[in-house]
């Protein structure tokens, strides 16, 4: 989500990017410590020099979480970036799950070892803490809100329209990586939950209670 809305790739080309990583992983038999070097190289060449610029001057923020060391871990969702260089290296550190997404445990950003946002806030965030300057924060996940406990707005399955959890935990883990169909498979059902959260957020706002 977080590449997309740079505005450099198409919602097809950053697919495209995640098939080719999954590929990748895929012929080496596991996504396990070999996920980083073929994501850092696609983020390179999709991310261009007014990436971050885009982020910046959007309407709305969009926040990348991470886990930064400071030195205790700490929660931290970042919605400004220096240069493309910094929105790249805040990706693949939201990316990091420790001692599996590489041969480090984790990923320099802004001077701090920093790791996937998931590990600093509570459960029912999924990962991603509430934005300080916005009246809603709307959080994306291929898992049922309920089931894994998410509150608040959320672009997600409505219940029974998900894939099984443990297929979900499978893709996650990448080991072994999942064919190119089930890929498309949650890509589809991504834009299936994203129309759902739109029909239903009109309908808010419709009512009365706007969404911002």
Do not use: H
């Not at 991470?66 to 260089?85: H, N, Q, Y």
């Not at 946002?117 to 999924?126: C, E, I, K, L």
């Amino acid at each position: 989500m977080g590449l997309q809305e740079t505005g450099s790739p198409s919602v097809d080309t950053a697919l495209s990017a995640a098939i080719r990583v999954n590929a990748y992983c895929r012929e080496r038999g596991t996504a396990r410590f070999n996920l980083r070097a073929p994501l850092e190289k696609e983020l390179s060449e999709l991310l261009d020099d007014d990436a971050a610029t885009r982020l910046n001057e959007r309407d709305g923020d969009v926040g990348i979480a991470v886990t930064r060391f400071a030195p205790l871990p700490r929660g931290e969702l970042v919605t400004t970036f220096s240069d493309a260089d910094d929105v790249r290296t805040a990706l693949l550190a939201s990316s990091c799950i420790p001692f599996y997404f590489g041969r480090s445990p984790f990923v320099s950003f802004r001077r701090l070892p920093t790791i996937d946002g998931f590990f600093a806030v509570p459960r029912q965030y999924f990962g991603a803490p509430p934005a300080l300057n916005a009246s809603v924060t709307v959080r994306i996940s291929p898992f049922e809100a309920s089931r894994v406990g998410l509150v608040g707005e959320a672009i997600s399955p409505q219940r029974g329209e998900g894939p099984p959890l443990g297929d979900l935990v499978a893709c996650a883990l990448g080991s072994p990586p999942v064919g190119d169909d089930f890929l498309l498979y949650l890509f589809q059902q991504g834009r299936r939950d994203a129309a759902s959260w739109l029909e239903t957020s009109s309908k808010k706002c419709n009512g009365g209670e706007v969404l911002s």
